[in-house]
């Protein structure tokens, strides 16, 4: 909303000495827009947020631990610790690890 000329439009005229009443109802009615827009984005934030908690338990319970409970890391701490990031290093040392044996197989049956 503060991008809109119409906004800055309203300010100018209010200090030109337009009628204060409409300035006022103008001004209400982009609140009330701003706050719907809040709304609209903080909801999306929390979507966001489940999405990637549901992707996460879903990588975890892959990797044979137990899902993350809510209560135990904030949507905050969850973002900033990069569990994503964490289990797939642990995928790359799993597949690290299974491709050890695999080859020391395959030298043995080449030889």
Known sequence: MLSDPYFYKVILNTMDGEDPQLEKNTLHQQLEQLREEKQRLLQLEQDVIGYVRAKID?????????????????????????PIGIIAESFSQVLEHLKEPTMTSLSRVMN
């Open 58 to 82: 879903q990588l975890l319970k892959i990797m044979g631990t137990l899902p993350l409970r809510p209560e135990e890391l904030d949507d905050t701490t969850l973002l900033a610790l990069d």
